[in-house]
């Protein structure tokens, strides 16, 4: 259909976005192209994921002639090397707005009560993760919409099956499951059949839920830059305060949670390291450019 009838405004990932070039008709359809626009572009930017979109720019050149590259991030720790990589080595203009956003995180080790005994025999656990199952049940039932992050898509297997057991409204969003299973889950709460969603990076940069109130993040979330794009998933609107809170499940783990937190803050964000040169990059663009032209000139390369 898009062979037929190319689009005004084409929407679609990196890996896709190379497929354009295979085809004699799309590939034509390229010519018109003035805008590519990359959202979360510090998602990119330092995996090999970035440097196939780079290279897959410059071959867009070759078929559109020069167009305006446009990045989108709320989290950048490295602006200008993000900005090297977007131009290509072009002069690329940053545009940093000091609009901030308002947000509360607090970190939390819940402390053990009688009443975990009795959780911990129903689900079979530790009596530390009985406290933090409860600690979690409390939140989703004070709040309107809760997305409640996990680091592994083990754990949100396990933490959903336990809060179903002690009767949570909760679903489980993670990129294992099938497309079907995942917009089930997405629809079912954003039409707020279920209070709370249970998720992992699949729903990082993802659906925009306006009524979502309160993120839960199980353990340590590593980065500060993961930190801040999971908070800011609640209030997700302007003037609204993005409200969070860390679960932590030992004293390592909170300690670790907590300087995170104070640096997410304080906008101290991880500075983003540019691959060079990835070779498993370089072979597989050697093998989509002859599939596109049919051979290729050594000195091109």
């Known amino acids: 259909m ?11 990932t990196p890996e896709t976005f190379q497929i354009l070039f295979t085809g004699k008709n799309l590939r034509a359809s390229l010519k018109d192209v003035k805008w590519v626009i990359i959202d979360e572009i ?35 720790g490295s602006p200008y090397e993000v900005a090297q990589f977007l131009g290509g080595g072009r002069n690329v203009k940053i545009i940093e707005t000091k609009m901030e956003k308002k947000m509360e995180i607090d970190v939390e080790m819940p402390e053990v009560k009688k009443e975990d005994e009795k959780i911990a025999r129903s689900v079979e656990c530790d ?96 980065q500060v830059v993961r930190l801040l794009q999971r908070i800011g998933r609640s209030g997700h609107s302007i003037g609204k305060v993005s409200q969070g809170l860390i679960l932590t499940i030992s004293p390592e783990d909170m300690a670790e949670a907590s300087v995170i937190a104070k640096r ?28 596109e032209y049919g051979k290729i000139d050594a000195g091109k390369m």
């Open 127 to 222: 009596l530390q993760s009985a406290a933090v199952l409860r600690r979690a049940m409390e939140i989703i039932d004070e709040h309107n919409a809760t997305l409640f992050f996990v680091n592994t898509r083990d754990s949100a297997e396990i933490l959903a099956s336990r809060l179903r057991e002690l009767g949570a409204s909760i679903e489980v969003h993670h990129g294992s499951l099938s497309k079907d299973a995942r917009i089930d889950a997405e629809e079912r709460f954003r039409n707020k059949e279920v209070k709370s969603l249970l998720c992992t990076s699949s729903l990082e940069l993802g659906i925009d839920v306006g009524h979502t109130d309160f993120v839960l993040q199980y353990t340590s979330p590593r």
């Open 42 to 76: 510090h998602e990119l930017a330092g995996d090999e994921r970035g440097a196939q979109l780079s290279v897959a720019l410059e071959r867009l050149v070759e078929i559109a002639g020069d167009f305006q590259r446009i990045g989108l991030s709320a989290t950048i």
């Open 2 to 12: 898009q062979s037929k009838k190319p689009p005004d405004l084409l929407i679609t």
């Open 264 to 291: 997410a803050m304080k906008g101290e964000l991880e500075e983003i390291k540019i691959r060079k040169n990835p070779l498993a990059v370089l072979a597989n663009q050697i093998i989509s450019i002859a599939m």
